[in-house]
């Protein structure tokens, strides 16, 4: 009988210490180390910056332009990121922000007038792609237009 109390004891003591640890202090990096892993957080997102590539090589980040819409496909999970505002023209730059990190088709669709083919760009979205302003910028390039 005292062996059982012991026991059950013991386990409700393990249980209870086990149980007082939050979840936030067991990820939280010793106090003595600078908390840098070389590992991307799974929440970390990036702001988008989307132009145009001519046909001639020009990066275009000015003007209106026939656009339906700028699409990101994350290659590993086939999730899409859609900036689709209405209409059918959209100016230049756009952005989306809230992108998570990987590597993506970057496409443009058709506007309303159906006047500029757009191609794919495949890019990876991480630390090392952010640029000065803080965006990743992406040029859909233009295959075809009227």
């Known amino acids: 009988m005292k062996k059982s109390i012991f026991t059950v004891s013991a386990v409700i003591t393990l249980l209870t210490v086990a149980t007082s640890f939050s979840s936030r202090e067991i990820a939280q990096p010793y106090k003595g180390s600078s908390g840098i892993t070389g590992e991307t957080p799974k929440n970390q997102t990036y702001k988008i910056r989307y132009g145009l590539l001519s046909k001639n090589g020009t990066k275009i980040l ?21 900036t689709y505002y209405g209409g059918g023209f959209q100016s230049v730059p ?53």
């Open 94 to 146: 756009q952005y989306y922000d809230g992108l998570p990190a990987g590597t993506y088709n970057f496409s443009a669709t058709q506007g309303q007038g159906g006047w500029v083919g757009y191609g794919t760009v495949v890019a990876t979205v991480s630390d090392a792609h952010v640029d000065a302003d803080g965006y990743v910028t992406v040029y859909i390039p233009i295959i075809w237009e009227e």
């Open 62 to 82: 000015s003007g209106n332009y026939d656009v339906g819409s700028f699409l990101a496909e994350n290659i590993a999970t086939g999730e899409v990121y859609d």
